[in-house]
């Protein structure tokens, strides 16, 4: 089992940022892919960021690409989004997942575990 919490959502003024971070405990954290998806209000969840198990490759959706990092610390277990440059269609509950055969997906039903969310709004 991986226990996954996340911290650092809140509100924030459009082109501000924010820096997410997601704790991980329970099984060895360098074994698994992670990932940050977010759902809005009447939306389906959507993928954000993934990092591969080394932390070697990263993936983003295009909206974010160029404003939002993910990056992994394993001897933390955490890993973190930093999103700058916000937009208010960046509201949203973002979510920290892994993926127990440490290689990244765009589909949260590969996902194996997940966090409880945090709130991201931001103004315009």
């Known amino acids: 089992q991986v226990q996954l919490v996340e911290s650092g959502g809140g509100l924030v003024q459009s082109g501000g940022s924010l820096r997410l971070s997601c704790a991980a405990s329970?099984?060895?954290?360098?074994?698994?892919?992670m990932a940050w998806f977010r759902q809005a209000p009447g939306k389906e969840r959507e993928f954000v960021a993934a990092?591969?198990?080394?932390?070697?490759?990263?993936f983003y959706t295009d909206s974010v690409k160029g404003r939002f990092t993910i990056s992994g610390d394993n001897a933390k277990n955490t890993v973190f989004l930093q999103m700058n440059s916000l937009k208010p269609e960046d509201t949203a509950v973002y979510y920290c997942a892994a993926e127990n055969t440490g290689f990244p997906s765009r589909h949260w039903r590969q996902y194996d575990y997940w966090g409880q969310g945090t709130h991201v709004t931001v103004s315009s």
């Open positions: 329970g099984r060895t954290f360098s074994n698994y892919a």
């Open positions: 990092i591969n198990r080394d932390g070697g490759s990263t």
